[in-house]
């Protein structure tokens, strides 16, 4: 009896081998004619190398290479990676990218239309131009979608609110403007956003913070402005770049559970004081405040944050009393802080004296850099000490500018009217005495007309612009 059972062990393990033989991936036909008219569209060299003698049955089991990574799943193609060479130095000495110019985005998106299975779609360098195609909601199983590096242009399409199922959206270094939509709060499984070198404009809308389960927004180099909005609710965030934007002025309001990993405020408008809060992110490695227009004392507990690599503060007006004997982070972490251009006093910390550390243009008693005398920064940190906080206490109160603008005019002109009143019972008075005063007439005949209305207009602009200010 163990024979027969040996040889039927033997026929299902061989049945075994011709059904995984026959579930080799290989896709679809009209699917392998989609990747032949994409090749065809690119003419890429190491695109076309990997065509070569290639067939619907093994095309899924090409090597990938970095230039093109192709998945599939039983038939369907469910990842394409293509990574061109679309650089501003060219590799190729002929004035080409190696690809074929003028790709237009509306034929190259028309054409991946019939890959609904497609959920991965990484589409680098490949010197695409055009308008972000109303065809990408076509392709409702994408997770990932990256297009950085390509001439892409115009506003981002509200066709992405149909795929409701992506996790990344990479779009950086192209040429989209308008603003950030509101609807992105629609893609309730979002976890990067990276907008990137753009053109884009406008406030960081409100609903952003919808998004609980964003990792990454990083929307660095563009021309974004107002205040950024509250993020409490981001719980999972831990990369924040708004590098080289319009914020501010007030540092973002938020409470990061501790998760934050990346903070790049760099190059923005941010004044006032940094909160306190900011030395209790134990998970923070790169902190970068700089260029903007921070006042206030430097925390020292940034300094010896757990994880802290890199803290760069420059080109600020932060202030406060540095001590040889401040601690700093292990000796493993923290490799580069840059503390320059700010009005610091005492000590540079001898923890930070076998680091990369840059503090020049401080009142610093190291003189290894270049230093300003001690009163500068003491009538610096006095001067940016009152004006800022004062502008601040206003901020929190703030005054309609047409109800203070009305209630300054309706100043004016009851004090015009009290000077009227008063100038008539002169009048009167002058006039029982007998004497005529045709100058006064004259006054008062101005007052009531041309001056009045002068006033009052020189009036309304003078504290329309007040209030402005």
Not at 49 to 60: H, K
Not at 189 to 196: F, Q, Y
Not at 329 to 347: A, E, I, K, P, R
Not at 430 to 456: F, H, I, Q, Y
Request: aromatic share 6%; with cysteine; net charge neutral.
């Amino acid at each position: 009896m163990a024979k027969p059972n040996h040889h039927l062990l033997l026929v299902l393990i061989l049945l075994l081998l011709l059904s995984l033989f026959h579930s080799s991936k290989q896709l679809q036909p009209s699917q392998y004619e989609t990747l032949l008219k994409i090749q065809k569209l690119l003419n890429y060299p190491p695109f076309l190398s990997s065509f070569n003698n290639s067939t619907s049955t093994d095309l899924c089991n090409i090597e990938p290479t970095p230039s093109l990574t192709i998945v599939c799943y039983e038939d369907n193609l469910t990842q394409l990676h293509i990574l061109g060479n679309n650089n501003n130095n060219n590799n190729n000495g002929d004035g080409t990218n190696g690809i074929q110019q003028n790709v237009s985005s509306d034929s190259f998106f028309n054409t991946l239309g019939v890959l609904p299975s497609l959920k991965v779609l990484s589409l680098v360098s490949l010197a695409l131009w055009g308008p972000f195609p109303e065809s990408i909601g076509q392709l409702s199983s994408l997770e990932i979608l990256n297009l950085t590096s390509n001439y892409l242009s115009g506003t981002i399409p509200v066709q992405l609110s149909l795929l409701t199922n992506l996790q990344t959206l990479v779009i950086d270094h192209n040429n989209f403007n308008g603003s950030i939509p509101g609807w992105l709060s629609s893609l309730q499984n979002l976890s990067v956003l990276s907008l990137k070198n753009n053109s884009l404009s406008g406030v960081l809308p409100n609903s952003i913070t919808d998004l609980q389960t964003l990792r990454v927004v990083s929307l660095s180099s563009n021309q974004l402005s107002g205040e950024v909005p509250d993020l409490h609710n981001l719980t999972n965030l831990q990369v924040l770049d708004l590098q080289d934007n319009y914020f501010g002025p007030h540092f973002p309001s938020f409470q990061l559970h501790n998760k934050l990993v990346t903070l790049v405020l760099k190059n923005n408008r941010f004044q006032f004081g940094i909160p306190n809060e900011l030395g209790s992110y134990h998970q923070l490695q790169k902190l970068d405040i700089s260029l903007n227009g921070f006042v206030g004392p430097f925390l020292p507990s940034l300094l010896s944050l757990p994880s802290i690599t890199q803290l760069d503060i420059h080109g600020n007006k932060l202030s406060g009393m540095l001590f040889k004997n401040m601690s700093c982070s292990s000796t493993t972490t923290l490799d580069y802080v840059d503390l320059s251009s700010n009005l610091l006093t005492g000590d540079l910390p001898t923890c930070l004296l076998q680091r990369v550390v840059l503090y020049s243009r401080n009142c610093l008693s190291n003189q290894e850099q270049v230093q300003n005398p001690s009163k500068f920064c003491h009538s610096e940190a006095l001067a940016v000490k009152i004006t800022p906080l004062d502008k601040q206490k206003r901020s929190k109160t703030p005054c309609p500018k047409s109800v203070l603008a009305s209630s300054m005019v309706g100043g004016t002109v009851g004090g015009i009217a009290f000077l009227g009143i008063g100038l008539l019972v002169v009048r009167k008075f002058r006039d029982k005495t007998r004497v005529k005063a045709p100058s006064t007439r004259w006054t008062m005949e101005n007052v009531s007309t041309l001056n009045t209305v002068k006033l009052l207009s020189d009036a309304s602009n003078f504290f329309f612009s007040s209030a402005l200010l």
